[in-house]
């Protein structure tokens, strides 16, 4: 079925420092594909999202763009806050249904 | 609006015994999701519900878990005889599905379970 790898965290930035965060898939054709956050203590929340190929999603100064060339769908963002500090799950529908499969998250701390 | 509700926030329950947790998706959401949030497995699926099909159970773990949705809103997920591995956040998500090809989910803050 349609899987994500997420690159390992936990990443430490410091503030206004860039952030890339690699997420890879392989998936049945060309599904949506998303990025969630989990702030401290609170739910996932959708970022951003893109629903074919060469899309760019964007919210809150991050961005990601679909690229079926390369199966990736990297989370960008030029200049964290500490407010941005949380985990970051990569997910798609999984193949056949319509739940999502996400990555294994991860967790963004930046420091002031 | 208001957005998907999860209760219990917090659950701590003896091993053996049931628990039940409730979700109240967004009005107008005609899919409903369970997952479930542990340091060991990450986010796994559960169960999905769309409308009046039958429920997609293929994520439950064992036949300790079950889930039902009342008149296409509420939906409950019991855990019978929970043991210590059930001990996880239990999240629930829903979703516009008929005419939406972009499956976006929207998350309640979710149940701690802790099974001692």
């Known amino acids: 079925g349609n899987s994500v790898t997420q690159m390992e965290g936990p990443v430490t930035l410091s503030e206004e420092a860039f952030l890339t965060i690699n997420c890879t898939y392989t998936?049945?054709?060309?599904?949506?594909l998303f990025w969630y956050v989990q702030y401290p203590g609170e739910g996932l929340q959708l970022l951003l999202k893109?629903?074919?190929?060469?899309d760019k999603g964007s919210n809150k100064g991050f961005e990601a763009t679909y690229r079926k060339e390369t199966t990736s769908f990297h989370l960008e963002k030029g200049s964290v806050q500490v407010s941005d500090s949380a985990v970051y799950f990569c997910?798609?529908?999984?193949?056949?249904?319509?739940?999502?499969?996400f990555g294994s998250g991860t967790r963004l701390q930046v420091q002031p | 609006g208001a957005g998907v509700s999860q209760s219990p926030s917090n659950k701590v329950t003896e091993k053996g015994k049931d628990v039940e947790l409730r979700c109240d998706p967004i009005s107008g959401h005609t899919a409903l999701y369970w997952y479930r949030q542990s340091l060991g497995q990450g986010l796994e699926f559960l169960i999905y519900?769309?409308?009046?099909?039958?429920?997609?159970k293929s994520g439950l773990p064992s036949d300790r878990f079950s889930a039902e949705r009342t008149g296409g809103s509420v939906s409950t997920l019991t855990i019978q005889r929970t043991q210590q591995e059930d001990s996880a956040v239990y999240l629930c998500?829903?979703?516009?599905?008929?005419?939406?090809?972009?499956?976006?989910?929207?998350f309640g803050p979710g149940t701690r379970l802790t099974v001692t």
């Open positions: 998500a829903s979703s516009l599905v008929e005419g939406s090809s972009s499956y976006e989910q929207y």
């Open positions: 998936a049945t054709g060309y599904p949506s």
């Open positions: 997910a798609l529908p999984n193949t056949g249904r319509r739940a999502l499969t």
């Open positions: 893109a629903t074919k190929a060469d």
């Open positions: 519900f769309q409308g009046n099909s039958a429920p997609d």
